[in-house]
């Protein structure tokens, strides 16, 4: 995947100098509202983080050694020129953030503050892609770490001899990101800089994590929680191919992100235990 240093410049985009939204209640409202209602059907997310050469010395953040961040954010994304495609049920830009924050949070990942100057300078955005024989998401999907960009047909009439071979060539996470990548998908993206990004016309570029999962089936407002979740797990940590997690299973029933903790939906969790004969009372002390 090419890691060309591209960033807009700062007209119209949202700085997040601050973490300006609600606290830990409305957060967690917000997301076991999202997570709570789509349990039922599977999110299989995949996320593959690109590393450069100036990005490896830096180390990525843990719980207990944070690293802090400037976030820029563009909110939803047109990726590949994709529009919202009909009845989708698209996310409010400050839900997503939140989700992407808290996420972010368990992972290591800490807003700036005055008490906490800036690393990093991270830009996130989020959208969906159309699918389709040509397989448009193949290198956001890391198709590259995989060899499976010669597969996708460079011009008419041509076709690779490792074709008859490609069913050998094609398992495991390679046959699943084969597959994935020919549908309609909810994706992000995270890139980090250095923070001399917003005045740098060539910026240094640190790391790149894209993440996706099939969107058939899903409500995109239901199934952001889960991917984001899933996908913060690589941010800051290069990956040698792509990472592929059923969120669903990862995440169902025991959703954690920051500070907050959502046990699953009231019908699935255990039943009371059976009613039983109540004990007599104790007889009353002699007096």
């Not at 495991?172 to 994706?187: H, Y």
Request: net charge negative.
């Amino acid at each position: 995947m090419n890691l060309q240093p591209v960033l807009s410049a700062p007209t119209g985009l949202v700085l997040l100098l601050g973490l300006l939204l609600a606290g830990p209640a409305a957060a967690q409202t917000a997301f076991q509202k999202a997570a709570g209602k789509f349990l039922h059907k599977d999110v299989d997310v995949i996320s593959v983080t690109d590393m450069t050469e100036a990005g490896r010395a830096y180390a990525p953040a843990t719980p207990t050694q944070p690293v802090y961040y400037k976030l820029v954010y563009f909110g939803y994304t047109h990726f590949d020129g994709t529009r919202v495609w009909a009845g989708e049920s698209i996310p409010k830009n400050k839900d997503v953030l939140t989700w992407m924050i808290e996420a972010m949070r368990a992972q290591g990942y800490l807003v700036a503050d005055a008490a906490h100057p800036p690393e990093q300078l991270l830009v996130f955005s989020w959208g969906m892609m159309e699918g389709g024989k040509d397989r448009p998401a193949l290198g956001f999907l890391g198709g590259d770490k995989l060899n499976l960009m010669w597969e996708q047909v460079q011009y008419g009439g041509f076709v690779d001899p490792r074709v008859l071979l490609r069913g050998m060539i094609r398992t495991g996470v390679a046959g699943k990101v084969w597959d994935i990548a020919e549908s309609d998908l909810f994706l992000g993206a995270v890139r980090s800089f250095t923070l001399d990004a917003m005045e740098n016309p060539n910026p240094t570029l640190l790391w790149e994590t894209r993440f996706g999962c099939p969107a058939t089936g899903l409500a995109m407002d239901r199934a952001m929680p889960l991917l984001v979740a899933a996908a913060a797990m690589n941010f800051g940590r290069e990956t040698t191919k792509p990472v592929t997690i059923n969120a669903t299973e990862a995440f169902s029933g025991n959703v954690t992100l920051g500070e907050f903790i959502f046990l699953g939906e009231a019908d699935t969790l255990p039943a009371p235990p059976p009613a039983t004969t109540p004990a007599p009372e104790p007889a009353p002390a002699a007096k």
